[in-house]
């Protein structure tokens, strides 16, 4: 559609000129002043333009101003573009407000969040790790069907008061020692149930480990990061894409209101004009002619 690749177009005008402006942005500047002349010059762009509201789009802006990128011009006029990892602590307190117990929740950083350095680093790590994530939905289908399968009437697990690890164990005990009475058919369902109970959990376990793995390297990673990466972060792959996207969906709804209304006024004039002026005549003579039936006369 012309409207989107117009629109399109001068996003990426806009956007270009911003980015630029953006990470000239030096330690101590003032972000009211940023958020005012940012916007200001999204507002200028999208002036007396066909079809899209600038205010609409001026107003997806302030929303991610003040959901996430205010905080990040707060922390660059205070620290300047330094990506700072912290442990994420959480802490217990008695009624007294005193700590009575700390837990370790791992590590972040506000400014370049660990995704950002993953899609832009680190994306094979990631790719291993999703790839094992379908494997570990795969076997977890495996267990629901077995389930879905055996735990109807005269199901071999409808005995079963609860379908676990432990329950099929002792089953499984229990048609081994009643050797001669149990079908092959049983033994094979119950040891089949335990492998796919094993396998899932090897699975997550593979997966707790290559996550661990991964969080290790991204916390070597960010001490080296140098301000031209961090800047390519922030400004970039954060920022800009989620201003990119905001506005393209304002875009999008107003593709689909015109698909709509082009919809309706296909729908309304499918019939031609003639013909529906034929119809309507019938439709009258047939009303007529009921009413001179009943006594009126015209």
């Known amino acids: 559609m012309q409207f989107i690749a117009d629109m399109s177009t001068l996003f990426k005008l806009w956007q270009k000129d911003s980015t630029v402006r953006l990470k000239a942005l030096e330690q101590g500047f003032h972000p009211k002043e940023l958020i005012h002349s940012f916007s200001e010059s999204l507002l200028t762009a999208y002036t007396d333009k066909a079809l899209i509201s600038k205010y609409d789009v001026y107003q997806h802006?302030?929303?991610?101003?003040?959901e996430v990128m205010q905080d990040d011009a707060y922390l660059i006029a205070a620290d300047g573009w330094k990506a700072?990892?912290?442990?994420?602590i959480e802490e217990k307190k008695n009624k007294a407000g005193?700590?009575?117990k700390t837990t370790d929740k791992g590590w972040t950083c506000d400014l370049v969040p660990k995704y950002l350095i993953i899609k832009r680093y680190f994306t094979e790590e990631q790719q291993a790790i999703d790839t094992q994530k379908i494997e570990l939905?795969?076997?977890?289908?495996?267990?629901?069907e077995l389930e879905e399968e055996h735990s109807g009437e005269n199901g071999v697990l409808s005995e079963l008061d609860k379908v676990t690890k432990g329950t099929v164990t002792a089953r499984l005990k229990i048609v081994k020692a009643e050797n001669a009475k149990v079908t092959s058919d049983e033994m094979h369902i119950l040891t089949s149930y335990l492998l796919q109970l094993q396998r899932e959990t090897h699975k997550k376990r593979d997966i707790k480990v290559a996550e661990a793995e991964l969080d290790a390297k991204l916390l070597e990673f960010y001490p080296n990061l140098t301000i031209t990466q961090i800047k390519q972060l922030v400004v970039d792959d954060k920022w800009m894409v989620s201003i990119d996207k905001a506005v393209h969906s304002e875009m999008d709804r107003i593709s689909q209101r015109l698909t709509q209304s082009i919809k309706e006024l296909a729908e309304r004039y499918e019939i031609p004009i003639p013909q529906q002026s034929q119809n309507v005549q019938a439709l009258e003579q047939t009303?007529?002619?009921?009413?001179?039936?009943m006594g009126f006369s015209f």
């Open 287 to 293: 009303v007529q002619a009921h009413l001179a039936r």
């Open 98 to 100: 005193q700590v009575i």
């Open 84 to 88: 700072e990892t912290y442990r994420i």
């Open 61 to 66: 802006l302030m929303d991610y101003w003040f």
């Open 137 to 144: 939905e795969s076997l977890q289908t495996k267990l629901t």
